[in-house]
């Protein structure tokens, strides 16, 4: 299981595009995504992301093109809240609940069976 709490929007262009400049892009990068030698599904091993970032950040075309590189890769990612931001701003771009974050982690590796 690897679980990426927050998921900043730089960290997640930096994975949806394959970098590896640093330990946590350089782990995703390395990871086994493939599902029974087959290179499809979710693969062997869970990966559940949980982005946090500015409104603007998070609505930007970018983020969406990102996520949808990150899913196409059987990344689940769990959508952030709406909520007064680190900026000061109230919009969508907080971190879903870390209770939240707990029990899809569970759901997950029930799925993977662990």
Same mark, same amino acid.
């Given at each position: 299981?690897? #679980?990426?709490?927050?998921?900043? %929007?730089?960290?997640?262009? $930096? ?5 590896? !400049?640093?330990? #946590? ?6 990871? !086994?995504?493939?599902? *029974?030698?087959? +290179? ?6 869970? &990966? #559940? =992301? ?13 983020? =969406? ?11 689940? &990612?769990?959508?952030? &809240?709406?909520? $007064? #931001?680190?900026?000061? *701003? &109230? ?5 879903? %609940? =870390? /209770?939240?974050?707990? !029990?899809?982690? $569970? /759901?997950?590796? $029930?799925?993977? +069976?662990?």
């Amino acid at each position: 299981m690897f #679980l990426i709490a927050p998921l900043s %929007a730089n960290t997640l262009a $930096k994975c949806a595009n394959g970098m590896c !400049d640093n330990l #946590l892009t350089c782990v995703m990068r390395a990871w !086994d995504w493939r599902r *029974d030698g087959d +290179g499809e599904g979710e693969g062997r091993k869970g &990966v #559940l =992301v949980a982005p946090a970032m500015n409104t603007m950040m998070w609505t930007s075309p970018f983020t =969406v093109k990102h996520l949808g590189v990150l899913e196409e890769l059987g990344v689940v &990612v769990l959508h952030p &809240v709406e909520k $007064k #931001l680190a900026c000061g *701003d &109230v919009g969508a771009g907080g971190m879903a %609940a =870390v /209770e939240d974050i707990v !029990d899809k982690v $569970k /759901e997950m590796l $029930k799925e993977l +069976g662990w």
